[in-house]
């Protein structure tokens, strides 16, 4: 193992290799001392393959324009019409990105047998699945939350207020929709074809955060204080950052059997 | 006899709401009989075979 | 003392044996409590003051909402049990559990719509109680629509035992954002089971039939639980007795 620069080089080299030849030298490269490390490198890996692969990092935003412009050609281009069917247009758009990007976040990763030295690393595979459920986040969430004003300013929304309390409300309500998303796609692992049964899967266990989110962006738009659905969005982010990863961990191992 | 069976006028909701019901109560104990059926079936086709195996 | 009682649950001769001498000991009551209830319910109860004979669907579409419920919890019971133990027949008793629940799921979104038309004017409002009920139905088959795609039983068993934990902690959840989310609800006085707002000649009829199905799905349950308690056994050889008996 090369001593030369950061840790995460030889790592992802050693991964890159081993999408080429088998997986091997991943448990050596997982070495680090606390699972706090381990976590960290493992959300680099994540982080810099996405980068590689720009063009997949792309398509979950593609989509959610896409989507978002279905509606003012199936409804009407009136700015007061599209104001109000607004949050659901921006929700349901970026519910259905987040859902597309989950196949590539773990698929790839069963495929090549990552996940398998995840496991066996005798590394925390809880804080594994939550440095993968973060980088889900980052690469899905955290874009669509910026995406979002603009895709609101095309469907009749201008005030800066709104627009800001937007990008909030999108921002953390990705949060659960990627947690839930990682424990649907760590159960679906060795499944083909599995889209369909993804969503129903992860559609009736995401609605608390659609309800709580889409209710925020429409208080956001009328320049209400959106206050308190967000606070229940911010909840249900907690609530699943401490149980989302412990549940993906174990459905890991199921579907690795 | 015909007030019964009119439901004080509900006739229209009212039964066919017991109808359904009764649907999947019946549908329910079809279903799990043969569901029951079909795994004794399969049981024995499998000791068959390992019969013919020895 | 307790001990063994649990390990010989455990045991699938002894289940299967259990659950065959069992099934007539719940079937015949629930059939006898569900005409009982079916008598007092459509004949002996007096019609309500405000909705006249059109809220004896109550009687159909409470216990269905009952089960709906109740089966949901079992499942999940059984399939933490069967996670947490390892114990195969607790995950066959979850497998079983899914389409019952999932039937009944449906019985009670229907009688609830037939209840609603005439009711509210409406065969669907998305009040907070029917939505929850059909992402209960949802539910259920995202844990059937798991459970046939994984061809390995085990895995199967385990994977959706872990969905049914997951989303049984979700039901409340759920439950509450709809709820919030709502703001029209209706909370007809006699839907509020266990707060007895109604006379005893309208409650009784509905304990009855709440009881019924209760025992009804105990028998069912039995019934297909001796079918996968059997899937689950490969090459044991009580089988051979019981499949030649």
């Given at each position: 193992m090369s001593n030369t620069g950061s840790p995460v080089t030889p790592l992802v080299a050693m991964v890159d290799s081993a999408r080429l030849g088998g997986p091997h030298g991943l448990a050596e490269a997982?070495?680090?001392?606390s699972a706090l490390e381990a976590a960290r490198l493992a959300l680099l890996r994540d982080l810099q393959l996405a980068f590689r692969k720009r063009g997949q990092l792309l398509q979950p935003l593609a989509f959610f324009v896409m989507v978002a412009l279905l509606f003012p050609l199936a409804v009407s281009p009136e700015p007061a019409r599209l104001r109000e069917l607004a949050p659901a247009v921006l929700w349901i758009g970026a519910l259905l990105a987040s859902l597309l990007a989950l196949e590539f976040l773990f698929r790839d990763d069963a495929y090549d047998g990552t996940l398998e030295q995840y496991a066996l690393s005798g590394q925390s595979l809880t804080s594994l699945m939550f440095a993968k459920t973060l980088a889900h986040w980052l690469l899905t969430g955290v874009p669509l939350a910026l995406m979002a004003p603009v895709v609101a300013m095309s469907l009749g929304v201008v005030a800066a207020p709104a627009l800001a309390g937007i990008v909030l409300a999108v921002g953390v309500g990705t949060v659960p929709l990627s947690l839930i998303g990682s424990i649907g796609a760590a159960l679906t692992l060795g499944i083909k074809r599995s889209g369909t049964l993804l969503s129903l899967l992860t559609l009736p266990l995401s609605l608390p955060a659609l309800i709580f989110g889409a209710r925020a962006t429409q208080l956001a738009i009328h320049g209400a204080p959106l206050l308190a659905p967000l606070e229940l969005l911010g909840a249900l982010a907690v609530l699943g950052i401490t149980l989302a990863p412990i549940a993906a961990a174990a459905a890991v191992r199921i579907s690795l059997e | 006899m015909r007030a019964f069976f009119d439901m004080g006028g509900y006739a229209a909701f009212v039964w066919p709401a017991y109808a359904v019901t009764l649907v999947v109560v019946v549908l329910n104990i079809v279903w799990a009989r043969r569901a029951l059926a079909r795994s004794l079936a399969e049981a024995r086709r499998r000791l068959q075979m390992q019969g013919e195996a020895r | 003392m307790a001990w063994t009682w649990f390990h010989r649950l455990a045991s699938p001769p002894h289940v299967y044996a259990l659950a065959a001498r069992l099934t007539p000991w719940f079937a015949w009551p629930a059939a006898l409590l569900i005409a009982a209830g079916l008598w007092g319910g459509l004949v002996l109860a007096p019609p309500d003051y405000q909705q006249g004979d059109g809220f004896r669907i109550l009687y159909v579409h409470a216990p269905s909402a009952w089960m709906s419920l109740m089966v949901y919890t079992t499942m999940a019971v059984a399939a933490a049990v069967g996670l947490i133990w390892r114990m195969k027949v607790a995950h066959a008793v979850a497998a079983s559990c899914a389409p019952i629940g999932a039937s009944f799921t449906f019985a009670a979104l229907v009688t609830g719509a037939l209840w609603g038309e005439p009711m509210w004017g409406t065969y669907w409002e998305w009040d907070p109680r029917m939505t929850s009920e059909l992402v209960l139905l949802f539910l259920y088959l995202g844990y059937m629509g798991l459970r046939a795609g994984i061809e390995d039983t085990q895995r199967a068993d385990r994977a959706s035992a872990l969905l049914a934990v997951v989303g049984v902690v979700n039901v409340p959840i759920i439950h509450y954002s709809v709820t919030w989310w709502?703001?029209?609800?209706?909370?007809?006085?006699?839907?509020?089971?266990?707060?007895?707002?109604?006379p005893a000649a309208m409650l009784a009829p509905l304990l009855l039939m709440l009881l019924g199905f209760t025992l009804l799905f105990v028998a069912l349950l039995l019934v297909r639980l001796r079918g996968e308690v059997l899937a689950r056994?490969?090459?044991?050889?009580?089988i051979r007795e019981v499949v030649s008996g």
């Open positions: 997982m070495q680090p001392a | - | 709502n703001s029209l609800h209706q909370a007809p006085s006699v839907m509020r089971i266990g707060k007895p707002s109604m056994e490969r090459a044991a050889s009580w």
